[in-house]
């Protein structure tokens, strides 16, 4: 392309995203059109020059519905799902010192079962059939979360026949029912919290719930109740093991209270799946590292007493049940030359350990 043009609408942006397999475009103010791919950030084009304030209103403007325009007016910041005629996207637009900021996550239209995401299916699988509890998917940003979620939900919807509830900010992916009749709320669009449409989930008889993500105070307490009260629920957290996920959900309660969520804690979890996307050693994209922690005895006892820093022995010994640690998942990708050593110590937990392996 020419070093003066700057396309007219984030439409050919994000075609030219898609057809590179990226999985996010940044259109920022200043700065030329980016992406992400394979996890790394770099402009799309070297000569292409910095979008200008007025580049990016005008690109925003091309987009934005008249709802989403009056909510960036108001908070500055608007996040929505944008769909066009050859995809879907998680769109957010921020106001900032120079301008517009841009950024879209590319959602595949075509959800992923179990096994295509890298999932242990004969693992998870027994964890979708419970009638109730929590199971939690974990993760940075970028980790897809989402994906594995989704792959989840869309296995119930065809093993089951229940009825489920989505709960999302904003809307990803769309389930058609199959064997479940699926119904899909939006934040801000159906409803004006997770809080709010936790409640009311209550009382639109759900066999199976899954939240978006559990911001706070409010969402977890409702979260952790519909689990122990016959439901189904699957929530993200941005959290990168399964001891701090824990710490995560007891840490937002008042310290009088955290007693009786740990018991309520040990009984209503199912699992917790924490993932990160690794460079592959080839540069072909990414592959997942998987840290799984599965509910038994041994684990809920270690929940109701608060010690959750004992949690990797107990995972390490729980392999029968499919259970593995983060920093075993990286020494396998390590070990079949799926990923690099430098990634592998970067990504690890206990990196004295991990250093240790590599010179023994």
């Given at each position: ?250 840490d937002v309660f008042p310290t009088d209270q955290r007693d ?88 690890s937990e206990d990196k004295p350990q991990m250093r240790a392996f590599?010179?023994?």
């Amino acid at each position: 392309m020419s070093e003066h043009q700057v396309l007219a609408h984030v439409d050919e942006y994000l075609k030219i995203g898609m057809e590179y397999d990226c999985s996010d475009v940044h259109l920022p103010t200043a700065y030329p059109p980016t992406w992400r791919r394979f996890g790394t950030l770099s402009p799309i084009w070297d000569d292409h020059p910095p979008l200008t304030a007025e580049d990016t209103e005008r690109l925003a403007m091309s987009f934005l519905g008249e709802k989403e325009k009056a909510r960036l007016a108001e908070t500055g910041d608007v996040d929505f799902a944008y769909a066009n005629d050859f995809g879907r996207f998680r769109a957010s637009v921020v106001r900032q010192r120079l301008g517009l900021e841009l950024v879209f996550r590319l959602i595949s239209t075509t959800i992923r079962t179990i096994a295509e995401c890298g999932l242990p299916e004969k693992d998870l699988i027994p964890l979708t059939r419970y009638q109730n509890g929590l199971i939690l998917v974990t993760g940075a940003v970028g980790s897809g979360k989402s994906t594995s979620l989704a792959a989840l939900v869309n296995f119930i919807n065809q093993d089951r026949e229940d009825h489920i509830l989505t709960l999302e900010d904003p809307i990803e992916y769309v389930f058609e029912s199959a064997g479940c009749h699926v119904n899909q709320r939006e934040v801000h669009s159906h409803t004006e919290s997770f809080g709010r449409a936790l409640r009311g989930a209550l009382r639109e008889d759900p066999d199976v719930i899954m939240v978006g993500e559990m911001r706070n105070l409010e969402t977890i307490q409702l979260a952790l109740t519909a689990a122990e009260t016959g439901h189904l629920v699957l929530a993200t957290l941005h959290t990168g093991n399964a001891p701090r996920t824990l710490d995560r959900v007891l840490d937002v309660f008042p310290t009088d209270q955290r007693d009786q969520i740990r018991v309520m804690v040990s009984e209503s979890l199912r699992g917790i799946i924490s993932q990160q996307l690794v460079p592959r050693a080839d540069g072909q994209g990414r592959v997942l590292a998987l840290e799984l922690l599965v509910n038994t005895a041994a684990v809920g006892a270690t929940i109701r007493d608060g010690k959750t820093f004992m949690l990797p022995g107990i995972m390490q010994t729980g392999k029968n049940v499919g259970m593995i640690t983060m920093d075993e998942s990286l020494r396998n990708l390590y070990m079949q030359g799926l990923i690099t050593q430098e990634e592998t110590l970067y990504r690890s937990e206990d990196k004295p350990q991990m250093r240790a392996f590599f010179q023994s």
